[in-house]
């Protein structure tokens, strides 16, 4: 099981609900409102939780996903980190933990990027190797997202990324 925690200041943002949505519909979730409900939600493969401040407490099979827009502290980051590369505060914060950091963006240096987007669907090109929570390496590859409307950028990277870390299969693509 994966714990995504989705690290964000709004109340509702658009990445908490694109993650939500391609959690549910590529493998199923569970939506937890808090770390003491993680023992109640074994029987799912993923479980999703938001917060406004990171836990203090390190966990294993984690994927820790922060919005483009957070604001808040970053430590203690540990095991593997999704980041919008044009977040600064983000990025200079991974320099100093024990972290591996995922970048998502439209750079030629981000780990995932947008190979084309249009209403519907979007290819993004996963650039260099990626480690699953389970040890499995993830070689450079495309991978088609089909959305039910024109994509946020962001918010699609990061879902994406969240599930090729949580071990979901890519090679049918996912839906979003």
Same mark, same amino acid.
């Given at each position: 099981m994966a714990l995504i925690i989705v690290m964000t200041s709004k109340n509702d943002s658009?990445?908490?609900e694109?993650?939500?949505?391609?959690?549910e519909k590529n493998g199923g979730m569970s939506e937890?409102?808090?770390?003491?409900?993680?023992?109640?939600?074994? &029987?799912?493969?993923?479980? =999703?939780?938001?917060?406004?401040?990171? %836990?203090?407490?390190?966990?294993r099979n984690a994927v820790t996903v922060?919005?483009?827009t957070y604001k808040g502290g970053a430590n203690p980051l540990c095991g593997t980190s999704?980041?919008?590369?044009?977040?600064?505060?983000?990025?200079s914060a991974m320099a100093h933990c024990d972290c591996i950091g995922i970048s998502c963006g439209t750079g030629p240096l981000d780990t995932l990027s947008?190979?084309?987007?249009?209403?519907?669907?979007?290819?993004?090109?996963?650039? &260099?190797?990626?480690?699953? =929570?389970?040890?499995?390496?993830?070689? %450079?590859?495309?991978?088609?997202?089909r959305t039910e409307k024109l994509p946020h950028i962001y918010p699609t990277?990061?879902?994406?990324?969240?599930?090729?870390?949580?071990?979901?299969?890519?090679?049918?693509?996912?839906?979003?």
């Open positions: 658009h990445l908490g694109v993650m939500r949505s391609a959690l937890i409102k808090r770390l003491a409900d993680i023992r109640k939600s074994r &029987r799912f493969k993923n479980c =999703l939780l938001t917060l406004k401040n990171p %836990p203090q407490h390190r966990f922060f919005d483009s999704v980041f919008a590369s044009s977040c600064k505060g983000i990025l947008v190979a084309s987007c249009e209403e519907g669907r979007m290819l993004i090109s996963l650039q &260099r190797d990626i480690k699953t =929570l389970s040890g499995e390496i993830i070689e %450079p590859c495309e991978i088609m997202v990277l990061a879902a994406c990324a969240a599930l090729l870390i949580s071990g979901v299969p890519h090679d049918g693509g996912y839906v979003m």
